[in-house]
């Protein structure tokens, strides 16, 4: 299974993106996918992930603002973003693993990243 990402791009202080994560194959098998960011300089971190069952768990910088939804019979995840911020600038990768984890090397499956510029 290949995990490809679309939607990032450039937008303005308070407006919206949605990103989508798309499974070659089916993600079925796959209990959580998640999504991450990384900003230049600074290290991946988590932002927001789903499991099969679809239970969510959001890092407290984007909850209220960001939301995660999975679709398994459509292989897909896709990440609404609202209420943009500067901070919010980077490249977000989407990630399947067997859990939603903090730390990204407990992911096994990676897509090639989307980019995210939010400017002030």
């Known amino acids: 299974v290949q995990l490809v990402e679309s939607g990032g791009g450039f937008v303005q202080a308070g407006?919206?993106?949605r990103?989508?994560?798309?499974?070659?194959?089916?993600?079925f098998r796959i209990n959580a996918i998640a999504w991450?960011?990384?900003?230049?300089?600074?290290e991946r971190e988590l932002v927001a992930g789903i499991t099969y069952g679809g239970s969510t768990h959001y890092e407290?910088?984007?909850?209220?603002?960001?939301?995660?939804?999975?679709?398994?019979?459509k292989s897909t995840v896709d990440l609404q973003m609202d209420s943009l911020q500067p901070e919010d600038?980077?490249?977000?990768?989407?990630?399947?693993?067997?859990?939603?984890a903090t730390m990204p090397a407990h992911?096994?499956?990676?897509?090639?990243?989307t980019?995210?510029?939010?400017?002030s």
């Open 89 to 100: 600038t980077g490249v977000y990768y989407c990630a399947g693993g067997p859990f939603i």
């Open 60 to 73: 407290d910088f984007v909850k209220g603002r960001f939301a995660i939804s999975r679709d398994n019979f």
């Open 15 to 17: 407006g919206s993106l």
């Open 36 to 42: 991450y960011r990384q900003a230049p300089g600074k």
């Open 115 to 119: 980019p995210v510029t939010v400017s």
């Open 19 to 27: 990103l989508s994560c798309v499974a070659s194959g089916s993600i």
């Open 107 to 113: 992911m096994n499956l990676w897509g090639q990243g």
